[in-house]
């Protein structure tokens, strides 16, 4: 005999949100159990569907609001809720930037048990229009009338159907339409899975990841693109060394870079190189970087994880020497090239070398510095500040590291701290990625009086 399935009515629970935890989710408690409440914020009363249970907690979406928080607002974007590019667009943008405050001097305490002596101001910017790098998925999905570009949905591997992005700015938010239909117009629409766009000050640059060649009139259909749109096209096959120019509207492999006005210094990139996504920010966090470090003309300093030389160069603009340490030789070839562009050759070198495997011994042999600049990626700098509080080794006066991940700064703030002897003198939060829960920071260390 068939067995017959009853469909489960969903559990609506009546919720008092308590706090928030990390990724904006508001934390409330049924019977003793604590719940998860997606769209939920800090001192709204609501009613919930239930969509995950778990045995010491459970996962509920918004269905009514019954008393609202003040620092609840209407989320500019008509993807928000199902597109998983943003979290907090329902969230007053200072009461997002007082969160992630709370985040990072929380982590800080609970992870290294270290508290910074004061807290800086934060550093914002535009809240909307700001990510000059997106990496888009693609999809070709009939059910849904064709090609879809854009960010995953939330909490899924389907791509959410995407007609404009307000935290890209206009010039590419206005592209997902076109690059829709250009991919659907391509025999290879299904051979097609990512889109790499990247905002220069003046140009954009898409990389089309392509698992399979582009036939000749497929060819046409991406330059008559490239021509109508004013955006240079590149194709990958493979890794992010595979990429090929195709074509752009400057005549010129890459016409890409951004500007750091305080210093003078114009810095060019390929669509593939790391940058940061928030320009704005950027401008604003090497500037705040360079004041706390407070370079003397007559200094040695290392900018580590430096990358193509964003903190580098603008420190050679102060010190009497800078060397630039980054894992990627590639990255290292374009930094030289940064600094013989900016005229800063003589005043800034660059090496590559793997700093998660440095050892004391190897630190020690690059000599003395008075100043060190640390802008490490989410893994954090574990070897080197153990490198760094090694003895025999030199310490530096001061050091400023820029963090990207909160947890892996609270570990090694702990190392400097507790095993070193320094000093967490000051440390703020950076709203790099407005409208998210990515707390960026950037912190202080000194010897001790």
Request: glycine share 8%; with cysteine.
């Amino acid at each position: 005999m068939a067995r017959v399935h009853h469909p489960v009515a969903p559990v609506i629970l009546r919720l008092e949100i308590e706090s928030l935890d990390l990724d904006a989710n508001g934390v409330a408690r049924d019977d003793g159990k604590v719940v998860f409440v997606r769209g939920a914020l800090t001192g709204e009363t609501v009613t919930a569907r239930v969509v995950r249970r778990k045995p010491k907690y459970d996962v509920a979406e918004v269905d009514t609001i019954e008393r609202a928080s003040a620092q609840r607002v209407v989320p500019r974007c008509p993807n928000f809720g199902i597109c998983g590019g943003c979290s907090m667009q329902h969230v007053e943008p200072r009461a997002q930037v007082s969160l992630k405050q709370r985040v990072l001097e929380d982590t800080l305490w609970h992870i290294g048990k270290v508290r910074a002596e004061t807290m800086l101001a934060p550093i914002v910017g535009p809240a909307y229009g700001y990510r000059y790098r997106a990496r888009l998925s693609v999809r070709h999905v009939p059910k849904k009338g064709g090609v879809l570009v854009g960010f995953h949905e939330r909490g899924s591997s389907y791509v959410a159907d995407m007609r404009e992005c307000h935290v890209l700015p206009p010039a590419a938010s206005a592209l997902l339409v076109p690059l829709r239909e250009l991919v659907g117009a391509l025999s290879i629409r299904d051979r097609m899975p990512q889109v790499e766009l990247a905002h220069g000050e003046t140009h954009i640059e898409l990389v089309l990841r392509v698992l399979q060649s582009p036939t000749d009139a497929d060819l046409v259909l991406l330059r008559q693109f490239s021509e109508r749109h004013g955006v240079a096209l590149w194709l990958q096959s493979s890794g992010p060394d595979s990429i090929e120019y195709l074509c752009g509207p400057a005549g010129e492999q890459s016409a890409l870079h951004y500007a750091l006005p305080d210093f003078g210094l114009v810095m060019p990139f390929r669509p593939t190189d790391f940058t940061q996504v928030n320009h704005a920010i950027n401008a604003t966090l090497v500037s705040r970087a360079l004041s706390l470090l407070d370079v003397q003309a007559d200094e040695r300093v290392a900018d580590l994880f430096c990358g193509l030389g964003n903190f580098t160069l603008p420190l050679a603009t102060q010190a009497a020497e800078v060397l630039g340490i980054e894992g990627s030789k590639t990255l290292v070839e374009r930094a030289c090239a940064n600094a013989l562009a900016n005229g800063l050759q003589r005043k800034a070198s660059f090496r590559a070398a793997n700093l998660f495997q440095i050892t004391p011994q190897t630190w020690q042999s690059l000599g003395a510095f008075d100043r060190l600049l640390i802008d490490p990626p989410r893994e954090g700098a574990h070897a080197l500040v153990q490198a760094l509080i090694a003895p025999g080794s030199i310490r530096p006066r001061r050091i400023v590291y820029v963090s990207c991940n909160p947890a892996t700064l609270a570990r090694d703030a702990a190392i400097l701290i507790h095993e070193g002897g320094l000093v967490l003198r000051t440390a703020g939060v950076i709203n790099m990625f407005p409208h998210t829960s990515h707390v960026e920071s950037i912190a202080v260390f000194e010897q001790a009086d």
